[in-house]
């Protein structure tokens, strides 16, 4: 696939017309039976989530921590392939897996020692490009840091506004 032709009538767009570019994505969460469940629609799919079996959950669903990471494991695997396919950085596979760590205690206020989320988050990209020189692998990961949304978004988190209605 050449990414570079799929999103040159984009660039060209949103150069011309800035304004454009600004999207807002959205995802809703209903309630559910159990008040240990939910589902959030984003619009174009609709996930069923549940409390993890740490805090209560049955543990048979995602928890919102599960979606976080895998959000985070969605972006950085995406972007790695576009910007590889994009630098045509010839690639035989790319894997990323997420990991992140937090401790249940504070989630249950047994704590306030214990923060409420995650303490440390690693992010292990796994591609395997033997034709790729140095270079080009450096030019990848840092490419690939830079344009990922999540990342970028949890290494410089946005002001949160919270509505009650």
Request: proline share 5%; with cysteine; hydrophobic share 40%.
């Amino acid at each position: 696939m050449d990414v570079r032709s799929l999103q040159r009538p984009l660039k060209d767009l949103y150069r011309q017309d800035p304004a454009s570019s600004r999207i807002t994505l959205r995802a809703r969460g209903t309630q559910t039976d159990a008040p240990i469940s939910c589902s959030v629609d984003l619009g174009r799919a609709i996930y069923n989530a549940q409390a993890h079996q740490g805090v209560g959950g049955a543990g048979t669903g995602a928890c919102s921590g599960d979606l976080l990471l895998g959000a985070l494991a969605a972006c950085a695997q995406i972007t790695c392939q576009m910007v590889a396919a994009a630098m045509g950085i010839p690639t035989e596979a790319i894997e990323v897996t997420v990991e992140g760590d937090l401790d249940l205690q504070g989630t249950l206020g047994l704590s306030r020692e214990a923060p409420v989320g995650f303490q440390s988050i690693r992010v292990i990209f796994d591609v395997r490009a033997p034709q790729a020189t140095e270079e080009q692998r450096n030019a990848l990961r840092a490419k690939t840091e830079q344009y990922c949304v999540v990342i970028q978004t949890l290494q410089s988190p946005p002001k949160i506004e919270h509505k009650w209605a």
